[in-house]
């Protein structure tokens, strides 16, 4: 047999269903939709597991409640005392881990825990290390080597992300808003209209202080002449 000879079996192919055709063609009246109804409708219907408002199956079933991280990073941990396997001054892998039977999946990375104690000194690799796992290896005269390069302290990484988010749309945005709606500083300078009015007063409380002395001085000229009047009065008698 040829593959151009190939046909399917009797009865795998069906006409289409044309509903909507009147009486004559065996699905008129209701188009087989049923009796009128919500899933009878032009853009009707119901989702799926809609159990008309009663509690549906999905929801009756019992299962766990909770959420999974996509983010999350699935690590082969070993404790510091299952590195005793190791003789003194040997490096220590994933190959070795895995040669060990310490680990199981070599895909994995690999995160070396502080749980147990360390008498030798080892080289050991992996992604990652708890911070008592590294002081323990160190301790025993060892080191430590970072796959991915040694992470930066906790302080540094809140601070580089603190600057990420500062530098977001959105925070820029939240900004400038601030900004526009801070209060403004007043200035110390006059404004020009202050100022004209500054230097219109002047002359005037100045011509007023000046009528005001000549004022005085006329009283007290006038006083003296009275008085030299009297004293002259008294002189002729």
Known sequence: MQQHEL????????????????????????????????????????????????????RRMARKRGFRNPFRVEYEEVNVGQLAKFEGGSEVNAESLHA?????????????????ELTMALTVEAASFSSSARSKIEASGGTVRWLNGEPLPREEREAAKRAARAETPRAKRQAKAEA???????????????????????????????????????????????KTGEENDGAGS
């Open 7 to 58: 046909r399917q079996p009797k009865g795998a192919t069906h006409k289409r269903k044309r509903v909507g055709r009147g009486n004559a063609s065996g699905h008129g009246t209701y188009s087989g939709k049923g009796l009128k109804g919500q899933k009878a409708r032009a853009g009707g219907g119901v989702r799926p597991g809609f159990e008309g408002g009663q509690l549906p199956l999905i």
């Open 180 to 226: 526009a709606n801070a209060p403004k500083a007043a200035t110390d300078k006059p404004k020009k209209g202050d100022a004209t009015e500054a230097g219109a007063e002047k002359p005037k409380n100045q011509k007023r202080a000046a009528g005001t002395a000549e004022a005085t001085a006329e009283a007290v000229s006038a006083d003296d002449e009275v």
């Open 100 to 116: 060990a039977r310490l680990i199981r999946n070599i895909r994995k990375p690999v995160k070396i825990l502080g749980d147990g």
